[in-house]
Every structure is written in structure tokens, then in C-alpha cells.
């Protein structure tokens, strides 16, 4: 009953846990989702920027509602955006390489003061269907006093530079009347000289380093570091690793003096390849280069399973040529196997361990056996040897003769010589003659008739014929 019982406890058990499995395995990644906080004025145009950032992982759809005061924000347009009076919905999807979405959107500054731009509602998931979790902020649009221009309610049109720029195959334009909205935390405003003509730029405080916006025909604009010693460009990726930290992937870096283990690959960042080193002891982590909001330059690690960026500490103990010859050897390679598969191999010295044992323990018993057996055998051959000696009885020493016997009968012999016991009892008749003279010749016919009959036998002592005194001899009719 106890058995049936544990069976349908487990059985119980089983379903329960496999009807939980669909439920444990359900996973929704983190994302976020950052408004800028721009500052303009009354009648003028306020760029407000919103991001969706997926955390480095591919980006699926995703939609956004915003709400605002109407009193002192008037929406005026937006990428992928619709609205008015009060509120704008975002929608946008991504192709698979790009990590989050942009949205730039106008407003027209109404009145004095602060609004607030708030998120109502939000839904996004990943490239892979997955659910994205986005933490919300809100934006705070500061509007000052205008210059007496409101009124206008066109956009403010792009003014871009003349030279086209080759940035990884795409051709691009110098951005020059970007609005502060753009401009991230860390950085001011500044101008750079580039093919003789000056161009607006921000620098950040902490490295010195310029960087341009740059528009790609209807695009929205893209941040890009510009080299001054050498007049080049290079692309950067900003990513938001936390709320006041951020880095910005850029397409360099030399990988030559990485570990080994680390192979040079890339990386897809929104539209854009990015030189990435990737692990081979765990593929899902890469090394990139990038520029942190702080100003420190060099590599970072990502991790492509959490979405996580954290700096990367080169190993200070680098004896690596040792290690390559002796992997080039015989015994470098065994101990790499060993290395490589050490779980495999206490699991067959585990197993070897249990057969030795079980080897023993068989040994062991038959030994035991085998010893009861021959007790057993030998005690059994005890047995018939003791009903033999049993058997013998005194009648197997008649006969026996052997020098001891011999000695014996010597001794008797001299003993019980014929001439001396007729002389003793010669002297026994004289003493006893004079008082019994009647009976002297039946006595002595006795005797003489006694010594016809007993003769000695070897090997028998017959000590009634002897004894301590006349008186206490035993006369006896034959």
C-alpha cells in the first residue's frame, strides 16, 4: 500500500513539474526607454528625442504612446509618430541588426515654463519575439521667453554641409544646425575645420575628443568621431549602459596584443558592422572598442546573452610562450586532453573504482568460502583418522618386540632366577624344619610340584610369587 501510494506521489509530482515547465521557461528581456530634455523657446521648434534600447540584443517591433500638455506644447512632427492635442504614438520595427530604435520628434514651444512629456504606454520585443521590458522615463522641455519669431509653424529646415563622406560604404553629410536637444551630457558645443571650411561639432570635457552629426539623405542623424591630426572619420554607436553612463562603440581598436582565445569578428549595431573580438572559451562574449561618457578609451566587454557592456581588465600575467611549447609537445597535448576533458575522466576513474571494489568484494567472499570449504575438509579427515586409532587395541603390542622388551626380559630373567628362588626357599625349609616337621614333606612336595608347573613368562610380571615375608605368601591350588 505504502508503494502505491509513493508511486502516484511521484507520478503527481512529474505532471506537476512538466505543466510548470512551459512557465518557467517564459523569458522577457530588460530594455529601456529614454526621452532627451531639450531646452527652447516660445514660438520656436523643440526637438525631442526618443529611444528604445534593447539592451544589445536585435530589436523587434515596438510602439509608444506619449502624452503632453497641449497648453504649452503644440506637436508638430516625427519620425514614425501621429498625434496631436495631447498625445503621439510611436510605432517602428527593426530588421534584425539593429539594437534599438530613434524617433525624433518637433514640438512647438506655446508658452513659458516646464512640460512634461510622459509615457502612457509602451510595448516592444525583441528581433526574436521575445517580450522586452521597457523602464520608462519622461522628458522635461524647458521653454524660455521668445524672440518675437512664434508664430511660424513650419519646421526648421536641415542645413547641411557640401562634402559628401564615405563612413563604411554609406555617403554622408556633415550636419551643421543640429539643435541642443542632441547634444549628450558631457559635451558642448564647438566647431572643427575640415576640407577648409568650419563645421559645427560638439567635444567632450573629459577627453577633448570632437565628434560630428552627420544625416544620410532622410535619416535621422548619426554621431561620428573626427580625427584632427589626420582629418579622418569614424562611426560611433552611442549605447546607455545605465542612467548617467554610456559608451560610444567605435570602429577600431587593435586586437593584437588580446589573449589568444580572443578572434577578431564583427559586430551589427543598428545599420552599422562593428569590429568586435569574440571569445572562443565562451562565444557569448565579445571584446569591443569604445569611448566611455567619462572620456576612458579601450576595450569593453559584452555580453550578447544579458545585453551587458562592463570594461574590460587585460590579464597582467602574460606567460604565454611557455605555455604554447609545451602545448606544441606530447606532453602538452595530454595535458591538454586531461585538461579538456576532466570530468569525463573522474567519471571513469569513479566507475573503474566501483568494478575494483565489486572485484574485491566477489574475491573476497569466494576466499571465504573457499577457506570454510577446507576447514570443513579438514576437520572431515580428522574425523576418519580418530575412528581408526579408536580400533587399536591393546592386543596390536601382543607380540611387539623391540629392544626395550628385551631389556625388560633381561631383568625379569634375572629376577626370578631358577637358583635363587630355589635357594631362598632351601633356606625357608631349614628355618621352618624343626617346627613343622610333619608337614615339611607335603609343603615341600608342593613346592616341588610348583616349580615343575610355573615357568617364566617373558614379558609378564607375576609379583604373587614374591612377596615381603614368608607369611604373606599366597598359596594357591593349580
Given at each position: 500500500?505504502?508503494?502505491?501510494?509513493t508511486?502516484?506521489?511521484?507520478?503527481?509530482?512529474?505532471?506537476?513539474?512538466?505543466?510548470?515547465?512551459?512557465?518557467l521557461?517564459?523569458?522577457?528581456?530588460?530594455?529601456?526607454?529614454?526621452?532627451?530634455?531639450?531646452?527652447?523657446?516660445v514660438?520656436?521648434?523643440?526637438?525631442?528625442?526618443v529611444?528604445i534600447?534593447?539592451?544589445?540584443?536585435?530589436?523587434?517591433?515596438?510602439?509608444?504612446?506619449?502624452?503632453?500638455?497641449?497648453?504649452?506644447?503644440?506637436?508638430?512632427?516625427?519620425?514614425n509618430?501621429?498625434?496631436?492635442?495631447?498625445?503621439?504614438?510611436l510605432?517602428?520595427?527593426?530588421?534584425?541588426?539593429?539594437?534599438?530604435?530613434?524617433?525624433?520628434?518637433?514640438?512647438?514651444g506655446?508658452?513659458?515654463?516646464?512640460?512634461?512629456?510622459?509615457?502612457?504606454?509602451?510595448?516592444?520585443?525583441?528581433?526574436?519575439?521575445?517580450?522586452?521590458?521597457?523602464?520608462?522615463?519622461?522628458a522635461a522641455?524647458?521653454?524660455?521667453?521668445?524672440?518675437?519669431?512664434?508664430?511660424?509653424?513650419e519646421?526648421?529646415?536641415?542645413?547641411?554641409?557640401?562634402?559628401s563622406?564615405?563612413?563604411?560604404?554609406?555617403?554622408?553629410?556633415?550636419?551643421?544646425?543640429?539643435?541642443?536637444?542632441?547634444?549628450?551630457?558631457g559635451?558642448?558645443?564647438?566647431?572643427?575645420?575640415?576640407?577648409?571650411?568650419?563645421?559645427?561639432?560638439?567635444?567632450?570635457?573629459?577627453?577633448?575628443?570632437?565628434?560630428?552629426?552627420?544625416?544620410?539623405?532622410?535619416?535621422?542623424?548619426?554621431m561620428?568621431?573626427?580625427?584632427?591630426?589626420?582629418?579622418?572619420?569614424?562611426?560611433?554607436?552611442?549605447?546607455?549602459?545605465?542612467?548617467?553612463?554610456?559608451?560610444?562603440?567605435?570602429?577600431?581598436?587593435?586586437?593584437?596584443?588580446?589573449?589568444e582565445?580572443?578572434v577578431?569578428?564583427?559586430?551589427?549595431?543598428?545599420?552599422?558592422?562593428?569590429?568586435?573580438w569574440?571569445?572562443?572559451?565562451?562565444?557569448e562574449?565579445?571584446?569591443i572598442?569604445?569611448?566611455?561618457?567619462?572620456?576612458?578609451?579601450?576595450?569593453?566587454?559584452?555580453?550578447?546573452?544579458?545585453?551587458?557592456?562592463?570594461?574590460?581588465?587585460?590579464?597582467?600575467?602574460?606567460?604565454?610562450?611557455?605555455?604554447?611549447?609545451?602545448?606544441?609537445?606530447?606532453?602538452?597535448?595530454?595535458?591538454?586532453?586531461?585538461?579538456?576533458?576532466?570530468?569525463?575522466?573522474a567519471?571513469?576513474?569513479?566507475?573503474?573504482?566501483?568494478?575494483?571494489?565489486?572485484?574485491?568484494?566477489?574475491?573476497?567472499?569466494?576466499?571465504?568460502?573457499?577457506?570454510?570449504?577446507?576447514?570443513?575438509?579438514?576437520?572431515?579427515d580428522?574425523?576418519?583418522?580418530?575412528p581408526?586409532?579408536?580400533?587399536?587395541?591393546r592386543?596390536?603390542f601382543?607380540?611387539?618386540?623391540?629392544?626395550?622388551?628385551?631389556?625388560d626380559?633381561?631383568?625379569?630373567e634375572?629376577?626370578?632366577?631358577?637358583?635363587?628362588?630355589?635357594?631362598?626357599f632351601?633356606?625357608?625349609d631349614?628355618?621352618?624344619?624343626?617346627?613343622?616337621d610333619?608337614?615339611?614333606?607335603?609343603?615341600?612336595?608342593?613346592?616341588?610340584?610348583?616349580?615343575?608347573?610355573?615357568?617364566y613368562?617373558?614379558?609378564?610380571?607375576?609379583?604373587s610369587?614374591?612377596?615381603?615375608?614368608?607369611?604373606?605368601?599366597?598359596?594357591i591350588?593349580?
Open positions: 500500500m505504502k508503494k502505491r501510494v508511486r502516484w506521489i511521484v507520478m503527481i509530482a512529474a505532471v506537476c513539474s512538466m505543466m510548470l515547465c512551459p512557465v521557461t517564459g523569458y522577457a528581456a530588460d530594455g529601456t526607454l529614454m526621452l532627451s530634455d531639450p531646452t527652447g523657446s514660438g520656436a521648434e523643440i526637438p525631442v528625442t529611444r534600447d534593447a539592451g544589445g540584443q536585435p530589436i523587434g517591433d515596438a510602439n509608444v504612446t506619449l502624452s503632453y500638455d497641449p497648453a504649452m506644447l503644440e506637436f508638430v512632427s516625427g519620425t509618430a501621429q498625434g496631436g492635442e495631447g498625445s503621439v504614438t510605432s517602428g520595427s527593426g530588421t534584425g541588426t539593429e539594437t534599438e530604435l530613434a524617433f525624433e520628434l518637433s514640438f512647438k506655446l508658452a513659458e515654463g516646464t512640460a512634461a512629456i510622459q509615457v502612457t504606454e509602451s510595448t516592444a520585443y525583441l528581433f526574436s519575439d521575445e517580450t522586452l521590458n521597457l523602464s520608462a522615463g519622461e522641455v524647458t521653454i524660455e521667453p521668445g524672440d518675437g519669431t512664434a508664430g511660424s509653424s519646421p526648421t529646415e536641415r542645413v547641411l554641409g557640401q562634402e563622406i564615405d563612413i563604411g560604404g554609406v555617403y554622408y553629410n556633415i550636419y551643421e544646425n543640429f539643435t541642443d536637444a542632441l547634444i549628450p551630457a559635451f558642448t558645443r564647438s566647431t572643427v575645420q575640415y576640407a577648409g571650411a568650419e563645421h559645427s561639432a560638439v567635444r567632450q570635457d573629459s577627453s577633448g575628443k570632437v565628434f560630428l552629426f552627420m544625416i544620410s539623405g532622410e535619416s535621422d542623424p548619426i561620428v568621431l573626427y580625427n584632427e591630426s589626420d582629418s579622418t572619420f569614424m562611426r560611433a554607436e552611442r549605447v546607455d549602459v545605465s542612467e548617467n553612463f554610456y559608451i560610444f562603440i567605435l570602429s577600431s581598436g587593435d586586437g593584437s596584443t588580446l589573449p582565445q580572443f577578431e569578428t564583427t559586430l551589427a549595431l543598428r545599420d552599422m558592422s562593428y569590429p568586435a569574440q571569445n572562443m572559451d565562451s562565444m562574449f565579445y571584446l572598442y569604445a569611448l566611455s561618457s567619462t572620456g576612458v578609451e579601450g576595450f569593453y566587454q559584452y555580453d550578447s546573452v544579458d545585453g551587458t557592456y562592463q570594461r574590460y581588465m587585460a590579464q597582467t600575467d602574460t606567460a604565454v610562450e611557455p605555455e604554447e611549447e609545451e602545448d606544441d609537445s606530447a606532453l602538452g597535448k595530454v595535458e591538454k586532453i586531461i585538461t579538456d576533458n576532466l570530468l569525463i575522466l567519471a571513469a576513474v569513479a566507475v573503474i573504482v566501483v568494478i575494483l571494489f565489486i572485484i574485491i568484494l566477489i574475491l573476497s567472499v569466494k576466499l571465504g568460502r573457499r577457506n570454510a570449504e577446507l576447514e570443513d575438509m579438514y576437520m572431515g580428522e574425523g576418519e583418522n580418530k581408526n586409532v579408536k580400533k587399536k587395541s592386543q596390536q601382543v607380540g611387539y618386540d623391540d629392544d626395550d622388551d628385551d631389556d626380559d633381561d631383568y625379569l634375572d629376577d626370578f632366577d631358577d637358583s635363587d628362588f630355589d635357594d631362598e632351601s633356606d625357608s631349614d628355618h621352618y624344619d624343626d617346627g613343622f610333619d608337614d615339611d614333606e607335603y609343603y615341600d612336595d608342593d613346592y616341588e610340584d610348583d616349580d615343575d608347573i610355573k615357568e613368562t617373558p614379558g609378564k610380571k607375576d609379583f610369587e614374591k612377596k615381603d615375608s614368608y607369611e604373606d605368601v599366597d598359596f591350588d593349580i
